[in-house]
Protein backbone atom coordinates (compact mmCIF):
# COMPACT_ATOMS: atom_id res chain seq x y z
CA UNK A 1 0.00 0.00 0.00
CA UNK A 2 3.11 2.26 0.61
CA UNK A 3 3.16 2.30 -3.59
CA UNK A 4 0.37 3.79 -3.94
CA UNK A 5 -0.79 7.40 -4.56
CA UNK A 6 -2.71 10.05 -2.49
CA UNK A 7 -4.87 9.58 -6.12
CA UNK A 8 -5.57 6.35 -5.41
CA UNK A 9 -5.69 5.85 -1.65
CA UNK A 10 -8.46 8.75 -2.40
CA UNK A 11 -10.25 6.49 -4.60
CA UNK A 12 -10.06 3.60 -2.32
CA UNK A 13 -11.58 5.66 0.17
CA UNK A 14 -14.34 6.27 -1.98
CA UNK A 15 -14.97 3.28 -3.21
CA UNK A 16 -15.11 1.90 0.06
CA UNK A 17 -16.84 5.14 1.67
CA UNK A 18 -19.68 3.99 -1.14
CA UNK A 19 -19.62 0.10 -0.14
CA UNK A 20 -19.92 1.23 2.98
CA UNK A 21 -23.11 3.15 2.20
CA UNK A 22 -24.04 0.44 0.13
CA UNK A 23 -24.33 -1.65 3.17
CA UNK A 24 -26.06 0.77 5.16
CA UNK A 25 -28.71 1.45 2.50
CA UNK A 26 -29.18 -2.27 2.36
CA UNK A 27 -28.81 -2.77 5.67
CA UNK A 28 -31.86 0.01 6.15
CA UNK A 29 -33.66 -1.75 3.20
CA UNK A 30 -33.55 -5.30 5.47
CA UNK A 31 -34.38 -3.54 8.73
CA UNK A 32 -37.39 -2.21 6.95
CA UNK A 33 -38.04 -5.70 5.44
CA UNK A 34 -37.61 -7.42 8.88
CA UNK A 35 -39.79 -4.55 10.77
CA UNK A 36 -43.02 -5.54 7.86
CA UNK A 37 -42.24 -9.17 8.10
CA UNK A 38 -42.71 -8.65 11.90
CA UNK A 39 -46.01 -6.56 11.45
CA UNK A 40 -47.10 -9.31 9.17
CA UNK A 41 -46.43 -12.29 11.51
CA UNK A 42 -48.35 -10.26 14.16
CA UNK A 43 -51.06 -9.88 11.94
CA UNK A 44 -51.28 -13.21 11.12
CA UNK A 45 -51.09 -14.30 14.95
CA UNK A 46 -54.19 -12.19 15.45
CA UNK A 47 -56.05 -13.95 12.29
CA UNK A 48 -54.93 -17.06 13.35
CA UNK A 49 -56.14 -16.26 16.93
CA UNK A 50 -59.91 -14.84 15.43
CA UNK A 51 -59.80 -18.34 13.11
CA UNK A 52 -59.21 -20.80 16.18
CA UNK A 53 -61.91 -18.54 17.86
CA UNK A 54 -64.36 -19.15 15.17
CA UNK A 55 -63.53 -23.05 14.63
CA UNK A 56 -63.72 -23.31 18.39
CA UNK A 57 -67.16 -21.76 18.10
CA UNK A 58 -68.10 -23.60 15.16
CA UNK A 59 -66.76 -27.40 16.74
CA UNK A 60 -69.32 -26.32 20.04
CA UNK A 61 -71.91 -25.49 17.10
CA UNK A 62 -71.47 -28.85 15.85
CA UNK A 63 -71.54 -30.41 18.93
CA UNK A 64 -74.82 -28.99 19.55
CA UNK A 65 -75.82 -30.14 16.12
CA UNK A 66 -75.03 -33.79 16.85
CA UNK A 67 -76.73 -33.84 19.79
CA UNK A 68 -79.52 -32.06 18.94
CA UNK A 69 -79.47 -35.21 15.89
CA UNK A 70 -79.42 -37.70 18.37
CA UNK A 71 -82.27 -36.19 20.05
CA UNK A 72 -84.57 -35.94 16.90
CA UNK A 73 -83.30 -39.37 15.88
CA UNK A 74 -84.67 -40.96 18.89
CA UNK A 75 -88.00 -38.62 18.99
CA UNK A 76 -88.66 -39.96 14.84
CA UNK A 77 -88.00 -43.60 16.25
CA UNK A 78 -90.73 -43.09 18.81
CA UNK A 79 -92.68 -41.26 17.12
CA UNK A 80 -92.45 -43.95 14.25
CA UNK A 81 -92.66 -46.82 16.74
CA UNK A 82 -96.08 -44.40 17.92
CA UNK A 83 -97.52 -44.55 14.57
CA UNK A 84 -97.17 -48.81 13.81
CA UNK A 85 -98.81 -49.34 17.42
CA UNK A 86 -101.69 -46.89 16.18
CA UNK A 87 -101.88 -49.27 13.27
CA UNK A 88 -102.02 -51.99 14.67
CA UNK A 89 -104.32 -50.65 17.00
CA UNK A 90 -106.67 -49.16 14.04
CA UNK A 91 -106.74 -52.75 12.54
CA UNK A 92 -107.39 -54.04 15.56
CA UNK A 93 -110.12 -51.91 16.18
CA UNK A 94 -111.08 -52.50 12.87
CA UNK A 95 -111.24 -56.05 13.20
CA UNK A 96 -113.22 -55.52 16.11
CA UNK A 97 -116.53 -53.30 14.45
CA UNK A 98 -116.39 -55.94 11.37
CA UNK A 99 -116.88 -58.55 14.87
CA UNK A 100 -119.67 -56.43 15.78
CA UNK A 101 -121.21 -55.56 12.67
CA UNK A 102 -121.37 -59.40 12.18
CA UNK A 103 -122.99 -59.43 16.03
CA UNK A 104 -125.51 -57.20 14.94
CA UNK A 105 -126.29 -58.83 11.28
CA UNK A 106 -126.75 -61.47 13.41
CA UNK A 107 -128.71 -60.23 16.15
CA UNK A 108 -130.89 -58.36 13.50
CA UNK A 109 -131.41 -61.56 11.71
CA UNK A 110 -132.45 -63.55 15.00
CA UNK A 111 -134.88 -60.11 16.02
CA UNK A 112 -136.56 -60.58 12.40
CA UNK A 113 -136.57 -64.34 12.92
CA UNK A 114 -138.27 -63.57 16.81
CA UNK A 115 -140.83 -61.21 14.94
CA UNK A 116 -141.93 -63.50 12.71
CA UNK A 117 -142.54 -66.14 15.07
CA UNK A 118 -144.81 -63.15 17.18
CA UNK A 119 -146.45 -62.75 14.19
CA UNK A 120 -147.24 -66.62 13.14
CA UNK A 121 -148.15 -66.63 16.78
CA UNK A 122 -150.50 -64.33 16.77
CA UNK A 123 -151.80 -65.63 13.07
CA UNK A 124 -151.90 -68.95 14.65
CA UNK A 125 -154.24 -67.55 17.98
CA UNK A 126 -156.34 -65.51 15.43
CA UNK A 127 -156.89 -68.88 13.33
CA UNK A 128 -157.91 -70.59 16.78
CA UNK A 129 -159.86 -67.60 18.08
CA UNK A 130 -161.94 -67.15 14.48
CA UNK A 131 -162.51 -71.61 14.81
CA UNK A 132 -163.98 -70.66 18.03
CA UNK A 133 -161.83 -72.42 20.60
CA UNK A 134 -159.98 -70.30 22.45
CA UNK A 135 -159.20 -72.35 24.70
CA UNK A 136 -157.27 -74.75 22.83
CA UNK A 137 -154.44 -71.81 22.40
CA UNK A 138 -154.36 -71.70 25.92
CA UNK A 139 -153.81 -75.70 26.14
CA UNK A 140 -151.18 -75.74 23.65
CA UNK A 141 -148.60 -72.89 24.94
CA UNK A 142 -149.49 -73.99 28.38
CA UNK A 143 -148.10 -77.37 27.99
Same mark, same amino acid.
Given at each position: ?????????????????????????????????? #???????????? @???? /? &??? +? *?? $?????????????????????????? #???????????? @???? /? &??? +? *?? $?????????????????????????????????????
Amino acid at each position: MANKTKAELLNIIGSLRRTMDDVQASRAEKDNQI #KQLQADAEYDAK @ESDK /K &DNV +I *KH $LRGLLEVADTSVVYYRNDYKQLDNNY #KLTLERYAELGD @ECNE /K &DKE +I *KD $LEQELSEMKEKRRDSARFHNATEAMGNPLYFHRVSND
